[in-house]
């Protein structure tokens, strides 16, 4: 059977901005970082205009392929505060969220949120024992993914998504990573909104 994967997935500006400035509750892509997600919602949107569109079928394709495989989760609190908790989004499986602020185990549906304060390390073993032989997401923000790079710990691939945007400034996702990270290159996809990458992490 394959091995499970430990895997990054986030889409970035061609700059490598995961977000433009200003980012907050219910604008967690910042100032001018809706284009990011075009991919997502079918088309442009703002976070004053939400889309009335479905993605375009390959980006839908290559999303369904990578949550098929996902058992578990791995995210920073800034995330889970960002997202406002995701409100309603049963993920269906559970998600550890790295925090230095302890709340409660969240339980939500299917989705338990787990909020530990350990390390990255840590975070991705339990991950890993609760995907069962699943993968495990590492989804963000970009401190969690700089340090899940860093780290190095396990089979770990790399999916950045490139959306065709220079932001020139935000939320910079490759820094402090403790050196070069030598990538195989294992697929790429692209749509008009976005170019879905795949890396193997070899070093």
Same mark, same amino acid.
């Given at each position: 059977?394959?091995?499970?994967?430990?895997?990054?997935?986030?889409?970035? /500006?061609?700059?490598?901005?995961?977000?433009?400035?200003?980012?907050?509750?219910?604008?967690? %892509?910042?100032?001018?970082?809706?284009?990011?997600?075009?991919?997502?919602?079918?088309?442009?949107?703002?976070?004053? !205009?939400?889309?009335?569109?479905? &993605?375009?079928?390959?980006?839908?394709?290559? /999303?369904?392929?990578?949550?098929?495989?996902?058992?578990?989760?791995?995210?920073?609190?800034?995330?889970?505060?960002? /997202? +406002?908790?995701?409100?309603?989004?049963?993920?269906?499986? +559970?998600?550890?969220? %790295?925090?230095? #602020?302890? #709340?409660?185990?969240?339980?939500?549906?299917?989705? =338990?949120?787990?909020? $530990?304060?350990?390390?990255? =390390?840590?975070?991705?073993? #339990?991950? %890993?024992?609760?995907?069962?032989?699943?993968?495990?997401?590492?989804?963000?923000?970009?401190?969690? $993914?700089?340090?899940?790079?860093?780290?190095?710990?396990?089979?770990? #691939?790399?999916?950045?998504?490139?959306? &065709? $945007?220079?932001?020139?400034?935000?939320?910079?996702?490759?820094?402090? %990573?403790?050196?070069?990270?030598?990538?195989?290159? !294992?697929?790429?996809?692209? /749509? &008009?909104?976005?170019?879905?990458?795949?890396?193997? $992490?070899?070093?």
């Amino acid at each position: 059977p394959t091995m499970a994967a430990v895997f990054v997935d986030i889409t970035m /500006s061609l700059d490598g901005f995961v977000a433009g400035p200003g980012d907050a509750p219910g604008r967690g %892509l910042g100032e001018g970082g809706e284009p990011l997600h075009y991919w997502v919602m079918g088309g442009p949107w703002t976070y004053d !205009t939400p889309p009335t569109t479905q &993605p375009a079928a390959v980006d839908q394709a290559v /999303s369904d392929r990578t949550q098929a495989r996902v058992g578990a989760e791995v995210m920073g609190r800034r995330v889970y505060d960002l /997202s +406002e908790g995701w409100g309603d989004t049963d993920f269906g499986h +559970e998600c550890f969220v %790295l925090t230095h #602020r302890p #709340r409660p185990v969240d339980v939500r549906g299917a989705t =338990t949120f787990h909020f $530990i304060e350990t390390d990255i =390390t840590d975070a991705v073993q #339990r991950a %890993l024992s609760a995907a069962a032989g699943k993968d495990v997401l590492v989804m963000g923000g970009a401190d969690v $993914i700089q340090q899940a790079l860093a780290a190095r710990a396990g089979r770990r #691939r790399h999916q950045p998504r490139r959306a &065709p $945007i220079l932001l020139g400034t935000g939320r910079r996702v490759f820094d402090h %990573l403790g050196g070069p990270v030598t990538l195989a290159p !294992t697929g790429v996809v692209a /749509s &008009p909104f976005v170019t879905h990458l795949q890396y193997r $992490i070899v070093k």
